[in-house]
């Protein structure tokens, strides 16, 4: 099965603040990554797949890149709306599998 | 709009079994593939089971792989999870989501293990 490493598992930012969660894939996945955004209580949210497409109604401040075995989740701006937990997750093929989350929280 | 309403949830004993079903609507459910995705309180998310939109290709997590059996029924616009032998590891709420990339989640449904 193909493991997947985010890191950091936390981060404290600033509204205003780039950050950026990178994604390590165990074997290379080519590009068959997603990202998602999930707040408490809620059922998460889908912002990119295929690494660095952008779903539709996703403020463009989100970007994702990346290629094979390494990603990153990219937000330029953070909004006080962003401060959620983060997940990365290949689709290459089964099982598919996501990362342990990385929880953003406000600094 | 795209709509996934998971339902089955609920208080069931150790080896016991439930029956998850997702109703879809806003799309052709024939056209995507569908998958379940679990989440314990408290932790991470677990994909767990998903279907092609023929049915001819299923796939499962190692954790449930045996005791688990995904469905659907594209004439019903449903998808199904049939859980047996259920532990209190299996405790969780379960979603169903469209296409391989997840663009469109259900609220889920909450299973709980418990003797």
């Known amino acids: 099965d193909i493991q997947m490493t985010q890191s950091p598992s936390s981060l404290s930012a600033s509204v205003g603040a780039r950050v950026t969660i990178t994604c390590r894939a165990s074997?290379?996945?080519?590009?068959?990554l997603a990202w998602y955004q999930q707040k408490p209580e809620k059922a998460p949210k889908s912002l990119i797949y295929?690494?660095?497409s952008l779903q539709s109604g996703v403020p463009s401040r989100f970007s994702g890149s990346g290629s094979g075995t390494d990603f990153t989740l990219t937000i330029s701006s953070l909004q006080p709306e962003d401060f959620a937990t983060y997940y990365c997750?290949?689709?290459?093929?089964?099982?598919?599998?996501f990362g342990q989350g990385t929880k953003l929280e406000m600094k | 709009e795209v709509q996934l309403v998971e339902s089955g949830g609920g208080l069931v004993q150790p080896g016991r079994s439930l029956r998850l079903s997702c109703v879809a609507s806003g799309f052709t459910f024939g056209d995507y593939a569908m998958h379940w995705v679990r989440q314990a309180p408290g932790k991470g998310l677990e994909w767990v089971s998903g279907i092609s939109w023929d049915s001819r290709s299923i796939g499962y997590a190692g954790s449930v792989k045996g005791r688990f059996t995904i469905s659907r029924d594209n004439a019903k616009n449903s998808l199904y999870l049939q859980m047996n032998t259920l532990g209190p590891e299996d405790t969780a709420f379960y979603y169903c989501?469209?296409?391989?990339?997840?663009?469109?989640w259900g609220q889920g449904t909450l299973v709980t293990v418990s003797s």
């Open positions: 074997q290379g996945i080519s590009r068959w």
């Open positions: 997750q290949h689709y290459d093929s089964y099982p598919y599998t």
């Open positions: 989501s469209r296409n391989n990339d997840f663009d469109y």
């Open positions: 295929a690494a660095s």
